[in-house]
Nanobody, 124 residues
Framework: EVHLVESGGGSVQAGGSLRLSCQAS????????MGWYRQAPGKSCEGVAAIDIFGSTNYAGSLKGRFTISRDDPKNTLYLQMNSLKPDDTAIYYC??????????????????WGQGTQVTVSS
């Protein structure tokens, strides 16, 4: 059974940092592209960042430079380092897996597996 479990969310003041983790099991993590998505109240799901099996990355334009996606294949773990956080970053953050390991598209319907999400709240 596939599991993606996010952790590391919480409440932080604007300008602060958080590091999200996503522990994966039940599928071949090293063969899968991985992504982070977020959904704010009243808004649609938004792609944040993606990383393929080669370590190539793709970011939503507005987030590049503040967020960094990385992966540790031996640990089956995906990370998202978030710096200089803003109130607009407040959302539930989800990790997702795409069995097509080369895919860097930030398109939610191309991902096969999803976690339950972790809440990130940034106060001004």
């Amino acid at each position: 059974e596939v599991h993606l479990v996010e952790s590391g969310g919480g409440s932080v003041q604007a300008g602060g940092s958080l590091r999200l983790s996503c522990q994966a099991s039940g599928f071949t993590f090293a063969d899968s592209a991985m992504g982070w998505y977020r959904q704010a109240p009243g808004k649609s799901c938004e792609g944040v960042a993606a990383i393929d099996i080669f370590g190539s990355t793709n970011y939503a334009g507005s987030l590049k430079g503040r967020f960094t996606i990385s992966r540790d294949d031996p640990k089956n773990t995906l990370y998202l380092q978030m710096n200089s956080l803003k109130p607009d970053d407040t959302a539930i953050y989800y990790c997702a897996a795409d069995r097509r390991g080369y895919d860097l598209a930030l398109t939610p319907n191309e991902y096969n597996y999803w976690g339950q999400g972790t809440q990130v709240t940034v106060s001004s």
